[in-house]
């Protein structure tokens, strides 16, 4: 960005924000295909796997990364064909998938202004990649291709005396920006943001309409999930909390509806419409007038989150529907994932809790410290994407709060006292013990 800010991100965090949605669902990526190539006909094992595409889709539609685009929605493509059973995955597509992601991290790690570079008229490895997506797609078996990547990263590299890192899991350090950025002002990502709101909100709007007729329609739910998290990350881009929360308390139902926790019926359905209302009224919001529709500031606003936030609660208390468990008995607990995602699982809450504890304490001392705050507020995150990838809700719930509170602090609508910051230090303490916990004990 040249010279002002969108509400305090410079152009820097923006790529930052996208470079560390790469590492963290890349991440979950790998994990996710070691599973399904161990199963590799458990649908359930996909959905994860489609989230993860989704979201580093998103995030390079917002800094206008075009290859990561491509690449992820190509990806995602296939993802949705095998979980809708109209393609089934072979190891051969594994492979593709796993190579797809290898190369978008590969992209992220690089400056920005080698982006283009990796457009498909430029680049014969994406367009090797989105050609063999392709065939994937089509159910046609994918002739092997030696990977050109890793020669041309190198060369680049060391053309930009750039370090490069083997494993697509290692930490990323990432670059600052050329002094001269060719980005815009913050004006065209408010624009951008208000047309995803757009154009989300009506597919939700159109899909709850249908959800009111067939409310057991599990991949138009998905598809409305995917549409409220779309719009709730392009809200935390340009920084609107209110967006974010509406967004947030709409995929939690959604979410709850999926897992069978919350039955959407008209009443429900209606709540939810008039938050989809209310995200699209957002749009016509000037930058300036953000913080007015904060709950804190807004009756309306704060009285929907209350609604939605209820229902959601009240979903973790109710029932398996009746039909559900005779079909099929119900384990007394959900159940939890493969044991070496287990442990995936502890070694992340074992390094974000460190993290945790001493970025807590240091800004006990410093409570003004925004770069710290966010820093905290990432390994929240983190903690929470493994715990629902393994199935963890308690480990979900507990991260979700503490990420909660450090984008409250973020935004400056709560100060974190002392008494806060034990509370949240507690937290960290009580996600740390469910790590260390056997797999018999980890959902006590």
Not at 107 to 120: C, G, M, T
Not at 168 to 183: C, N
Not at 210 to 238: C, F, G, Q, W, Y
Request: proline share 5%.
């Amino acid at each position: 960005m040249s010279g002002s800010s969108l509400t305090g991100m410079s152009n820097l965090s923006l790529l930052d924000l996208f470079r560390e949605e790469v590492r963290t669902h890349g991440g979950a990526f790998v994990a996710g295909l070691t599973a399904l190539s161990s199963d590799i006909a458990n649908v359930q094992n996909i959905e994860p796997l489609m989230r993860a595409a989704h979201s580093i889709k998103g995030a390079a539609r917002i800094v206008k990364v075009e290859p990561v685009v491509l690449v992820s929605d190509a990806m995602q493509e296939v993802l949705l064909a095998a979980m809708n059973g109209t393609l089934t995955l072979s190891l051969d597509a594994l492979r593709v998938l796993e190579q797809s992601m290898k190369t978008l991290t590969q992209i992220a790690r690089l400056p920005e202004d080698s982006y283009e570079q990796w457009l498909p008229a430029q680049n014969v490895e994406t367009r090797n990649l989105l050609a063999d997506l392709k065939t994937v797609l089509s159910g046609q078996p994918v002739t092997p291709r030696e990977s050109v990547s890793d020669s041309e990263a190198v060369a680049y590299a060391a053309a930009h005396h750039e370090p490069r890192t083997g494993e697509l899991t290692a930490e990323f350090i990432p670059q600052a920006p050329a002094a001269t950025s060719k980005r815009g002002s913050p004006s065209p990502l408010v624009d951008l943001f208000r047309e995803e709101v757009r154009g989300q909100a009506q597919a939700l709007s159109e899909g709850l309409v249908a959800l009111e007729r067939d409310p057991s329609n599990m991949p138009l739910i998905e598809t409305l999930m995917r549409a409220a998290h779309t719009i709730k990350a392009a809200a935390r881009i340009v920084n609107f909390e209110a967006s974010v929360q509406v967004a947030h308390a709409l995929e939690d139902n959604l979410f709850a509806a999926q897992q069978g926790r919350l039955r959407l019926s008209p009443h429900e359905i209606d709540c939810l419409l008039r938050s989809v209302d209310l995200l699209t009224r957002f749009t016509n919001t000037s930058e300036a007038e953000f913080a007015d529709w904060l709950p804190t500031e807004n009756d309306e606003v704060g009285a929907l989150i209350v609604q939605l936030s209820e229902l959601a609660a009240r979903s973790f208390t109710t029932s398996p529907p009746i039909t559900a468990a005779i079909a099929e008995p119900q384990p007394s607990s959900p159940q939890l994932a493969e044991p070496s995602l287990l442990e995936l699982f502890r070694e992340e809450v074992a390094s974000q809790s460190l993290a945790l504890n001493d970025g807590l304490v240091a800004l006990e001392a410093e409570p003004q410290n925004l770069q710290l705050v966010d820093s905290l507020m990432r390994a929240a995150h983190s903690i929470k994407g493994a715990a629902r990838i393994v199935n963890l809700e308690a480990a979900e719930r507990v991260a979700h709060v503490l990420e909660d509170v450090l984008v409250a602090a973020q935004q400056r609508t709560i100060t974190l006292t002392s008494a806060e910051i034990d509370l949240l230090l507690r937290g960290v303490d009580l996600l740390s013990e469910i790590g260390a916990s056997t797999e018999a004990d980890t959902n006590k």
